[in-house]
């Protein structure tokens, strides 16, 4: 049987970088991607066999265990009426009524096939819609990869945005502008300056991009108030945190109505599938009703909504979210014990099935704060618990996440990892 070794040097050849998205590539804590080649509930199988304890999730989708019966049967009976037809399907009503269900704001939708053309999408709608070009987003915050999002802060205060990639032209990047998370009083002095130029404000209202950073009272809220003020469109970007934190997003837990809201990652249920949505005034701008275009030949994808269907219907059994949560709890704070009996200092948080973890003393708030982080603890910790089979995300940027099948036996099992691993590092 071939090594992971062996398989990322064969697919180097051919793959750019030997992978189709670049974190998967172990940059951040150095060594070989490990391949998989199957997966089971909270398990997942490395290519020569081994078992792993995953707390990836394949970034999110798989909340309801991988290979999933009810959502494997679902797309069984899809995939036999075939796969695709370009045209409407009922499927897709079906599943845009299930999501409007959980996320009322979203009086209308649509559906696309990833997180970033939601993103995308709902950016060039809330400028055909206010007629305006500038955007705000959130320094740590990722909203996938088109080319106005790709942007980081210029130096000084209230400059305009440069591209974060080469290719991003700089007359587009200066249209985005940062702020640093929770921090309103900034948000509140660009709004004084440049008020009545945004087009919109896009964040991830709990993050998950720079690791899992919780909003702070009043800061989602004061944002809502200044867009209603300034007629801005407030994007949340619910790509990870729909479906996640709790049924109804980020959204639903804090009961606050963004103007527009994306989705994906757990929509599809780990087939492709994003959608964004909102008031029902901005999404008739869209063509065919109105003049802002967008469009996709395999949108809406009858077998992805049947995956989606499934899943949706799974995560909203009565007692899923409590015993996920609960799961996901225990998991932190089994964490956080075996680092204090190991003498590391380490911040956790949880929410839902999503956790952060942090090799800081906390608290954590800000991209600063993520970044202040031990990061040759984290590595050490990671290739450790790498070898005591359990699959941490592969960069200390990154939230983690916990399924329903993940029961005590995996939590005792990943203590005793951590437990072995932490004494290393002391
Ligand atoms: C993953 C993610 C995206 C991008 O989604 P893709 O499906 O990878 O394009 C956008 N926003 C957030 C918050 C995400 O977590």
């Not at 998370?181 to 300056?193: G, S």
Request: hydrophobic share 45%; charged share 15%; glycine share 12%.
């Amino acid at each position: 049987m071939p090594t992971s070794q062996q398989l990322f040097e064969r697919a180097s050849l051919s793959i750019a970088g030997g992978v189709n998205s670049p974190v998967r590539a172990f940059r951040a804590v150095g060594g070989t991607p490990v391949f998989f080649s199957r997966a089971h509930g909270p398990f997942l199988y490395d290519a020569e066999g081994r078992e792993y304890i995953d707390y990836v999730g394949s970034w999110g989708p798989m909340i309801a265990g991988h290979a999933n019966p009810d959502v494997l049967d679902a797309v069984r009976a899809a995939i036999s009426h075939g796969l695709s037809f370009g045209a409407p399907t009922a499927i897709e009503t079906d599943m845009a009524e299930r999501v409007r269900e959980l996320f009322p704001s979203m009086e209308r939708l649509r559906f696309c096939s990833s997180g970033t053309e939601a993103t995308m999408s709902a950016i060039r709608l809330a400028r055909g819609f206010t007629g305006r070009d500038t955007i705000v987003k959130f320094e740590g915050c990722y909203h996938g990869h088109s080319d106005s999002l790709l942007v980081k802060a210029g130096s000084g205060a209230l400059t305009f945005g440069v591209p974060s990639s080469p290719g991003v032209p700089a007359d587009l990047a200066k249209h985005t502008l940062n702020l640093p998370f929770n921090d309103l009083q900034a948000a509140e002095q660009l709004f004084q300056t440049h008020g009545e130029q945004l087009a919109c404000v896009i964040i991830e209202p709990i993050t998950g991009n720079m690791n899992m950073v919780l909003p702070e009272p009043g800061f989602l809220e004061g944002l809502r108030a200044l867009c209603d003020r300034a007629g801005v469109v407030l994007i949340f970007d619910e790509v990870m945190t729909g479906f996640r934190v709790a049924p109804g997003g980020a959204q639903g837990l804090y009961g606050i109505q963004p103007d527009l809201t994306c989705l994906g990652k757990i929509i599809g249920g780990g087939m492709p599938v994003g959608a964004f949505g909102g008031r029902q005034a901005i999404m008739d701008q869209l063509a065919p009703l109105g003049p802002v275009y967008q469009a996709g030949t395999l949108s809406g994808n009858p077998v992805a909504m049947a995956a989606g269907i499934a899943t949706l219907t799974v995560l909203s059994r009565p007692g899923f979210f409590d015993q996920l949560s609960a799961t996901t709890t225990a998991f932190v704070e089994g964490i956080l014990e075996a680092a204090r009996d190991a003498g590391i200092p380490m911040a956790g948080v949880s929410q839902g099935g999503m956790f952060g973890l942090f090799f800081h003393p906390g608290p954590v708030r800000c991209l600063t704060d993520v970044m202040a982080a031990n990061e040759a603890h984290f590595k050490a910790f990671f290739h450790g618990m790498l070898a005591e089979g359990v699959y941490l995300a592969p960069s200390l940027y990154e939230a983690g996440f916990v399924s329903s099948t993940h029961g005590p036996a995996e939590l005792e099992r990943t203590f005793n990892a951590a437990r072995k691993v932490l004494a290393t590092l002391s």
